[in-house]
């Protein structure tokens, strides 16, 4: 929870009575050498650059930060979303081809910084596995649709995280018409086809047929739905039936092109996740 104390107030009211200051002294004429003497114990006042956005590290917000970015983990490339409710979806592609999720719920004001801890998932080269451990993600600075920067840990370890790249189409809202139809997801000879359809306000339906190795009883059903700040990223919720048994999952869903798609999945207990590429 964010906590306001007497120290965030008193730096709020001396930085507007510094600024007063300031400029009371240059209109009675001090000029800058006497409005700098006498205003010593206000410090420097920071940059005076009108275009500085930099957000200060004592308003630092999911709001502030949210997009669709991309950066670097380290030396990995990582796609980044960050939702104003304070979630934030990873995917990190390191140098082999191996690919990680790391997912948070809720990144919250801690002091300067914003904090929030989740689940880091490993998904395996060779198999259909998925890894799950603990980690960490704090914010430490951003400048809205510019950049953000942070670190990230997990066990012992520890990464900088930077994302330098803010992808503009997250300002333009889902458009339910063009994700009905047709998709298809493949992984070797297992394959999902998926369908979008329904008219109702705010929602589609989202259900998936599938067939090959070890899809062969699969059918899934969920939901796409618009979120409260209405950008591109829409909600997921999907239940996965194979062999009488249901696993639920819960995500987002992004379109990136008329024919190419994504769903990031995590499952209700956090237990397993799931990167679904539909393209038709």
């Known amino acids: 929870m964010m906590r306001i104390g007497s120290e965030n107030i008193s730096f709020y009211l001396n930085e507007g009575v510094c600024k007063m200051l300031n400029q009371w002294m240059r209109w ?13 114990g206000c410090g420097s006042g920071g940059s005076s650059d009108p275009t500085d956005n930099t957000v200060s590290t004592n308003t630092l917000t999911a709001e502030q930060v949210q997009g669709i970015w991309r950066g670097s983990l380290s030396a990995d490339e990582v796609n980044t979303v960050i939702l104003p409710d304070g979630q934030a979806w990873a995917v990190v592609t390191h140098t082999d081809g191996s690919r990680e999720l790391w997912q948070s719920d809720k990144l919250q004001p801690a002091g300067s910084t914003l904090q929030g801890d989740g689940k880091r998932y490993t998904f395996s080269l060779t198999s259909n596995s998925v890894a799950v451990s603990n980690f960490g ?7 809205p649709k510019t950049s953000v920067t942070a670190s990230t840990n997990s066990g012992t370890q520890n990464w900088p995280l930077s994302l330098t790249i803010y992808d503009t189409r997250y300002d333009t809202p889902a458009n339910f ?23 109702e306000v705010g929602q589609r339906s989202l259900t998936g047929v599938g067939s090959g190795t070890g899809q062969d009883d699969c059918t899934y059903n969920g939901t796409l739905r618009t979120r409260n700040e209405n950008k591109a990223v829409l909600d997921v919720n999907l239940t996965q039936t194979c062999s009488s048994v249901n696993i639920v999952f819960k995500g987002i869903g992004i379109m990136s092109s008329s024919t190419r798609a994504s769903l990031t999945l995590v499952t209700q207990d956090a237990q397993s996740a799931a990167l679904l590429a539909l393209t038709r």
């Open 28 to 40: 009675i004429g001090l000029g800058a050498v006497g409005a700098a003497a006498s205003l010593a």
């Open 137 to 143: 993600l704090t914010v430490t600075a951003a400048t």
């Open 177 to 199: 018409n063009e994700w009905i139809g047709n998709w298809q997801t493949q992984n070797g000879t297992a394959k999902v086809t998926w369908t979008v359809s329904g008219t």
